[in-house]
């Protein structure tokens, strides 16, 4: 078999694998992220899927790291112009090797879960935001 057939033969990773990989790392849940479903550590976006189930945006530690990836395997790793200013990185999950793929996803989930938890807004605290934002300024 040559190195190409091996190549081909381990990419690509199904959508219930990717899930899969995901549960399995510490603190992760299934939630939501901007109304969309998404999978979050200890309440921080983590990944969430896209393209009916056949990309994967996954959070990432830096710009950096998604650019080194993108230029590695532009076949599996991409970024659209939403994404171009945040550390995240697109997954074609057909085209990516499994092994890079479930180190990518564990690095990643390092990164968030060593977060601190997201910041709760109080109802009283926006209201009085919202409040003081439609007062009149200089009296």
Do not use: C
């Amino acid at each position: 078999m040559t190195k190409d057939a091996i190549r081909r033969r381990n990419r690509g990773v199904r959508p219930t694998d990717a899930r899969r990989l995901l549960r399995k790392q510490t603190d992760v849940a299934e939630g939501t992220s901007y109304g969309m479903p998404a999978f979050l550590v200890n309440g921080r976006f983590l990944a969430r899927f896209r393209d009916g189930d056949t990309v994967m945006v996954l959070q990432l530690a830096t710009i950096s790291d998604r650019d080194v990836l993108v230029q590695m395997d532009p076949r599996a790793f991409f970024l659209t112009d939403h994404y171009r200013n945040y550390p995240a990185v697109l997954i074609r999950l057909a085209e990516v090797p499994r092994p890079l793929f479930a180190n990518v996803v564990t690095e990643a989930w390092r990164h968030v879960s060593s977060l601190p938890p997201p910041r709760r807004w109080k109802k009283t605290a926006r209201r009085r935001l919202e409040t003081r934002s439609h007062e009149p300024r200089g009296k």
